[in-house]
């Protein structure tokens, strides 16, 4: 299934957040979003996800969902969003309660989305007793458990110290090359952009435009960190933002 955006227009009260939007998200493919602050990289995936409702504009699902697919569209939060009280498995679970599946279905999803995140020695663990990085893979794990269409990512490696992000863009790789996800994927940071993006969608400053949309062609699971091309690519998408970026800062100082 393919989503289409489709002349997205949006304003909180009188100020525009968005503007034009019009882009395909191809299935199989991890399209970015990047952009100053502020420009609607949130508001954007929000109404993607049918979460808001933009005032202008649609968001269209083109074809139909993969075989097995339980929720179309589905998140994957900065801050992981986890149930503390329950364990590894128990999150998980909780995103298949609502399809009732039979117990056996139920777990075979659970063991096998625990094996490709590689969280099958800690099903039992509770949040608070693993790390930052495994807690994004319980999040990513549950994402997947309900096999959606379309993952929808914001920053969700943020929160994470630079090595665990490291760490976590290979495992999202290694996910990706077994199993072909699509995703959209917000962030601020453009080595992050480079890694993980078949498509990076440059926004401008508020109200957010679609000023450049830069396609990058080597495979996902060849792509290395220090990889010239890969720099020029970030030098290429900072030399698209920097005047913006810093527009967008000095305009928060004013606020
Ligand atoms: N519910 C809301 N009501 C009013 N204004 C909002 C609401 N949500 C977002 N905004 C405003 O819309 C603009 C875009 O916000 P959004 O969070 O989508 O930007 P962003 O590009 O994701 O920002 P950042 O990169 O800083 O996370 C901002 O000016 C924000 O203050």
């Not at 502020?38 to 508001?43: A, D, E, I, L, N």
């Not at 994402?143 to 993952?151: G, Q, W, Y």
């Not at 450049?212 to 690519?233: F, K, N, Q």
Request: charged content about 20%; aromatic content about 4%.
């Amino acid at each position: 299934m393919d989503l289409r955006l489709d002349g997205i227009h949006h304003s909180y009260g009188s100020t525009e957040v968005l503007s034009g939007i019009s882009l395909d998200i191809p299935a199989g493919q991890i399209v970015c979003l990047v952009g100053p602050s502020g420009c609607g990289k949130s508001t954007l995936l929000r109404f993607v996800g049918g979460l808001e409702q933009p005032t202008g504009g649609a968001v269209l699902q083109v074809g139909t969902p993969p075989a097995g697919c339980l929720n179309p569209l589905t998140y994957v939060f900065q801050d992981f969003a986890l149930l503390p009280w329950r364990s590894v498995r128990g999150n998980i679970a909780f995103a298949l309660a609502p399809h009732r599946l039979p117990r056996a279905e139920e777990e075979a999803i659970i063991t096998d989305v625990l094996a490709r995140t590689k969280l099958s020695d800690f099903a039992d663990a509770l949040p608070k007793q693993i790390s930052g990085g495994m807690k994004q893979r319980v999040a990513i794990a549950r994402a997947l458990a309900v096999r959606p269409a379309v993952m929808l990512m914001d920053e969700p490696l943020s929160a994470l110290d630079s090595q665990t992000r490291e760490l976590l863009m290979d495992d999202l790789v290694t996910l990706w090359t077994r199993a072909p996800f699509t995703a959209v994927y917000v962030t601020h940071n453009l080595s992050e952009a480079v890694r993980l993006g078949h498509k990076i969608v440059v926004l401008s400053r508020r109200p957010g435009k679609i000023r450049e949309v830069v396609d990058i062609d080597t495979p996902l699971s060849e792509r290395r960190h220090g990889d010239p091309a890969l720099e020029a690519a970030e030098a290429r998408l900072w030399g698209l933002m920097r005047d913006e970026a810093a527009a967008a800062d000095a305009e928060l100082l004013h606020v």
